[in-house]
């Protein structure tokens, strides 16, 4: 017998050379998966352990204290948008007041995103319990909000080492969060898709997420329960988590951060209004990329910008930037700021086209 491997590249397509770096992160994944929190934070040598979430998610911290048994050593509940600096030191406080060994982190890329502050000073291993769709948990990327400043970096001590993935942890996550950070998770893969350092591994991953997230929060829009598609949306959510931990980005993620950091706009709410946007500015430089992700979004005789804004539209989720915040006399200082200094992206960066794309996104326009 003759087996052929199979692989996903496309008509003519040639292999590329690449250099792949697995992540070590243990994930767990499952409807009740919730329940083996003590065991695994016992794997890690838990003892001490410290709990953080969100005023919001204060009774599910509580659930996981009691869980934790004699494992628990308390909550903290002031995790916040942005990683405020301040919060970091109050949060690093308690847990030297609890003498913690491990850092137990249940809510969205907020808390996890304090987890990983709180990492990266005293390097005490991460147990992340991700409940919406922003990845956050399978990247050892962090960001410390300082004077309106967000300063991000990059390093392995804030890797959660175990992630627990339980979709019924997500079954309340209201419709606009899970869409926006659903979309979000899939700006991810898609600029991972022609990431100068991607491999055709995380180009698999990223495919697999986009098609498991398009199509769950397909079905969630109709039903916002429907526990099938909540895991379909959680594992698009991993797969699309971990390309961000394992490729660089370009230019959507910097034109995201520049209306974030300095615009003030909502950061999922304007991943998703971007990015049909900045891959229309992509498309012919990538091309590839661009048929992968109509492939993934089951359209695949539409280019991917308007198959991306189509799934937008019909999921509900904003499509202009004046619809979040955003002035028309700022896209000027937008374009300047987000052409001003050099990164890698497929199209070289140039002002005025990146000047169209605002100008576009503004309005809520088909990407052009
Ligand atoms: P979030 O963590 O800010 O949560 C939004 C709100 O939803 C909070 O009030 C939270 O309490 C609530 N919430 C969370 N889960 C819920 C649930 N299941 N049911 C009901 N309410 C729930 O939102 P997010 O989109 O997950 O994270 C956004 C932040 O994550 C941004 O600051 C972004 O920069 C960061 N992020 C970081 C990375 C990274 O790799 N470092 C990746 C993606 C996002």
């Known amino acids: 017998m003759c087996l052929r491997a199979r692989t996903d590249r496309l008509e003519g397509e040639a292999m590329q050379e690449f250099v792949y770096t697995a992540q070590s992160v243990r994930v767990v994944f499952g409807v009740d998966a919730w329940s083996r929190l003590n065991a695994e934070a016992g794997l890690l040598g838990a003892g001490k352990a410290l709990v953080l979430c969100t005023p919001r998610q204060r009774a599910l911290a509580q659930r996981a204290l009691d869980a934790l ?13 942005h990683v405020p600096l301040a919060t970091v030191q109050d949060a ?22 304090l987890a ?3 990492a990266l000073e005293s390097a005490l291993p991460i147990l992340a319990v ?20 967000k300063k991000t970096g990059k390093d392995d001590r804030v890797l959660p080492r175990t992630v627990i993935y339980d979709p019924a942890l997500t079954l309340k996550l209201p419709l606009g969060i899970s869409v926006a950070s659903g979309l979000n998770a899939m700006a991810h893969a898609a600029e991972g898709l022609y990431a100068r350092d991607g491999n055709p591994v995380l180009a698999l ?15 969630l829009a109709r039903r916002g329960d429907d526990a099938d598609a909540r895991s379909e949306s959680l594992y698009g959510a991993w797969l699309c988590g971990t390309v961000l931990g394992g490729a660089g980005m370009a230019l959507h993620h910097k034109l995201c951060h520049t209306l974030g950091g300095s615009f003030d706009l909502p950061h999922a709410q304007t991943h998703s209004v971007v990015l049909p946007h900045a891959m229309a500015y992509n498309a012919a430089a990538a091309s590839p990329a661009m048929q992968r992700i109509s492939r993934a979004l089951d359209r695949p005789g539409l280019p991917a910008a308007e198959a991306l804004h189509d799934l937008a539209q019909e999921l509900g989720a904003p499509l202009a930037l004046r619809d979040i915040g955003m002035r028309e006399t700022d896209l000027d200082r937008a374009a300047d700021i987000a052409s001003s200094k050099p990164y890698w992206n497929p199209r070289p960066i140039d002002r005025d086209g990146i000047r169209a794309l605002l100008q576009r996104a503004f309005e ?3 990407p052009a």
Do not use: F, H
Request: glycine share 18%; proline share 1%; charged share 20%.
């Open 116 to 118: 990983k502050a709180l």
């Open 205 to 219: 991953m990223a495919e697999e997420g986009i098609r498991a997230m398009a199509g769950g929060l397909r079905r």
């Open 364 to 366: 809520g326009a088909r």
């Open 92 to 113: 690093g406080i308690a847990a030297r007041q609890m003498e913690t060994d491990c850092i137990v982190a249940i809510g969205g890329g907020s808390t996890i995103g």
């Open 69 to 81: 048994a004699q494992r628990g050593a308390g909550i903290y509940d002031k995790a916040a948008m």
């Open 130 to 149: 991700p409940t919406t769709y922003s990845g956050s948990e399978m990247t050892s990327i962090y960001g410390v909000t300082e004077d309106g400043q």
